[in-house]
């Protein structure tokens, strides 16, 4: 079964040709960062104006790398949430009429539940059940998965997500957007353990918390003296110390906690997934801790843990295989609990 993905929750115009939710034959992905670089974040508005421009462009050139037609498509899955309003009612609104048009059958993806399909798209494909690990711009939650549409979520943040703490603390210093990579790179050339940020571990719980790292880095620029954006060219040794010691922060509390999942439900797979799973120190720790309590930890390739379609389209075939249809009265959600 071939299953066209859509996705547009966010700032990234997504559409791929996905066979029986395993093998990849087209996946093509338009971001928007140039846009939204210089506002330090992503401004809404202009993001779902790019994907109405995009998103026939970027759906024809899916279906021509994958030298098919609409009429060879079984099912259209579409990312109707969690995410920005306005992006999602440009994938929602057309993958409707298509369906309309077509009766194709609608599939109707929750953008989490697509994350954690990514790992089925490479191997090796996790068997259930295992723990999930979502790390994103929008999200940082810590589920068990027993199966297709069993989700059990242990935890998420009470705040700030990961990859929004990077791209805040980003900001901060001047740096861009999106801050994940860059602070990435930065962080390889300093020390970890120069500034000892805070990690919110909060005991007895798998929640998380990101908001207070982000002032704790705020607070220390400011007791260097330095204006935040004076610290990348007067102190550009300070600057890899501070990106390598956040960094170090935050990937020790998402490795601690996902350990404590693993000892806590005895289920030793992990797949890690989501934008901030590109992390080059997050996929060698968390590999580490994998090794160490003998567990097998499932990080796909970089492309496939940023947003995509093909991890949709994914999710979506076992939304077509149990018929899970969505109708025409879809309505996209910003907030989506899985
Ligand atoms: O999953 P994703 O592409 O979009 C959302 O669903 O949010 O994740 C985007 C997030 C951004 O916050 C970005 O800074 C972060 O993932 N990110 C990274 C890295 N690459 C992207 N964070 C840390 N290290 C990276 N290498
Ligand atoms: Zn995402």
Redesign the pocket.
Known sequence: MRILGIDT??D?TSASVVENGIKIISNIVSGQSEIHKKYGGIVPELASRKHVEMIIPVVEQALKKAEIELKDIDGIAVCHGP?LIGSLLVGCSFAKAICYTTKIPLLAVN?LEG?IFASFLEEPRPEFPFIALI?????TSLYMVDGFDRYRELGKTRDD????A??KV?KLLGLG?????V??SLAKEGNPKAIDFPRAYLPESFDFSFSGIKTAVLNFVKSTGFENYEIKTKKPELLLDIAASF?AAVVDVLVRKTEWAIKRTWIKRVVLS???A???Q?RRRMKEMGDEREAEIIIPS?PL???NAAMIAAAGYHHLLTGKLADLTLNPKAYLPL
């Open positions: 929750s966010c990234d995410g953008h994350h790390v994103s711009g929008g999200h997500a990961a990859g929004e990077y791209d980003s957007y999106p801050g994940g990579p602070i990435d960094q989501g934008g901030v590109a992390n080059s997050l970089i843990c940023t947003d």
